[in-house]
């Protein structure tokens, strides 16, 4: 069994300051996990994954984040926001190695919001 | 390569009609998945399928079937419509390789009313 637990819901910053947005996992397996991005209107667009390599994990757009395995945790980090980065994010965990189907397990999401 | 697209992109539907959500990929990914959207529960899984002619229930499947007659096409019904079914659906294809890392796409969405 696997879950996912975006711990904050909102989250607002100001343009140019550090975003952070904390996720916690749990998974029977050793796992893949991921972040997805969503803007408004739009369908999800992949931000980073972590697959066993390197465990702090760059992906687009300037964001990182870091697996750590004794925290079971993925935090998403930015060190300076953009207006264009307000959206929500979702973290994402699934079974390493195409077990149980590849299936995807989603965070509830957090929305970002950028204020000038 | 258009990736993975869905039609019709937005529907709206009176209690008890049926329709059904095509989704299509070129990626020749083996697997697809249906998912439903609604807010602040993240993406929940309907049905799945990990190759031509098969499909398996998600977290979700009840009020749902599909079908997977082409590997590449991907259908969702709903044989009689209600208002819990109001949500945004999105379709996802993966490789489904061994070792693979997993990673799914997403189509762009189905917006679906239900009055």
């Known amino acids: 069994a696997q879950s996912v637990t975006q711990l904050d819901s909102h989250v607002s910053v100001s343009e140019g300051t550090p975003v952070l947005l904390r996720c916690n996992y749990s998974s029977s397996y050793s796992p893949s996990l991921f972040w997805y991005v969503q803007h408004p209107n739009k369908g999800l667009q992949l931000l980073l994954k972590y697959t066993s390599a390197a465990t702090l994990v760059k992906g687009i757009n300037g964001f990182e984040a870091e697996f750590k395995k004794s925290e079971t945790s993925f935090h998403l980090t930015k060190p300076s926001a953009h207006m264009s980065d307000a959206a929500e994010y979702f973290c994402v965990v699934s079974p390493w190695g195409g077990a149980a189907g590849n299936k995807l397990t989603f965070g509830g999401g957090t929305r970002v919001l950028v204020k000038p | ?4 697209t869905q039609t019709p992109k937005f529907r709206v539907l009176k209690t008890g009609q049926s329709m059904t959500l095509l989704c299509a990929q070129d990626m020749n990914h083996e697997y697809m998945y249906w998912y439903r959207q609604d807010p602040g529960m993240g ?35 709903l044989e009689s419509a209600a208002p819990s079914q ?30």
Request: hydrophobic share 30%; with cysteine; proline share 3%.
């Open chain 2, 1 to 4: 390569n258009a990736g993975v």
């Open chain 2, 43 to 77: 993406l929940r899984l309907i049905h799945y399928s990990v190759g031509e002619g098969t499909t398996a229930k998600g977290e979700v499947p009840d009020g749902y079937n599909v079908s997977r007659l082409k590997k590449q096409n991907f259908l969702l019904g």
């Open chain 2, 86 to 115: 109001t949500s945004v659906y999105f379709c996802a294809s993966s490789d489904g390789t061994s070792g693979s890392y997993n990673e799914q796409f997403f189509g762009p969405g189905t917006r679906l009313t239900v009055l």
